[in-house]
């Protein structure tokens, strides 16, 4: 069965510093990835996805990026990170006919 | 824009209690899901529900499709302190109208923190 494998679990990074959370898929092929934030009590808001190597549609305006280097690879980055950064990050996929599935999530705290 | 409204957004119920969450959505679907959130962690699927008047149920939870209203309902019966957690609806919008397939692009509700008090 298909599984993400992401991290860290847990980050605390400083006002301004860069950001590289990654996460890799096992067990299936081309997955449709996404990256979604949650902030403190909210929902979860999907911030970009990627049908394909290279592929990246961004949902929301923001100070992060994301890249598809492999097919199986997504890679969240930021140059310089804001206190409003700050929440839960998950990385979904999902494949045509079958659920979604879902990393383990990274808690982000900007101080 | 498809909006995904939970309600309500938190519950507090005494043990043996039951009740309902509601999840409306505003465009067409037939595929709708049902997680759960631990604190600080990932979510965990509780239900797929993948047609107009699909019911499922799973220990004290039940959960209930109607496309037509485009709303789905988590019933929880003799709520147990287990069940603190927070849940989630969410709708691939692009299941509906573009033949079969999740795209996974789902559109989650704000999400109900439920807490079962002893």
């Known amino acids: 069965s298909q599984t993400i494998h992401q991290w860290p679990a847990t980050l605390v990074q400083p006002v301004g510093s860069p950001l590289s959370l990654e996460c890799t898929v096992e067990?299936?092929?081309?997955?449709?990835l996404y990256w979604y934030r949650q902030a403190a009590g909210r929902g979860l808001q999907l911030l970009f996805y990627s049908v394909g190597i290279g592929q990246i549609s961004s949902e929301v305006p923001q100070n992060l990026s994301a890249s598809r280097p492999q097919d199986r690879q997504f890679i969240l980055s930021s140059k310089k990170l804001l206190l409003s950064d700050s929440g839960f990050y998950l990385c979904?996929?999902?494949?045509?006919?079958?659920?979604?599935?879902f990393g383990q999530g990274t808690r982000l705290t900007v101080v | 824009e498809l909006k995904v409204e939970q309600n309500p957004l938190f519950l507090s119920m005494q043990e043996g209690k039951n009740y309902t969450i509601y999840c409306n959505y505003s465009t067409t679907s037939d595929r709708l899901y049902w997680y759960r959130q631990d604190p600080g962690k990932s979510l965990e699927s509780l239900f797929v529900l993948l047609s107009n008047g699909a019911v499922k149920q799973e220990g004290r939870l039940m959960a209930s499709l109607d496309t037509k209203a485009r709303l789905s309902t988590l019933h929880i019966t003799a709520a147990v302190h287990d069940l603190s957690a927070t849940y989630f609806c969410a709708v691939d919008p692009y299941r509906a109208g573009y033949g079969s397939g999740n795209t996974g692009k789902l559109i989650f509700g704000q999400g109900t923190t439920l807490q079962v008090k002893p």
């Open positions: 067990g299936t092929s081309n997955p449709n």
């Open positions: 979904i996929g999902a494949r045509m006919n079958t659920e979604a599935f």
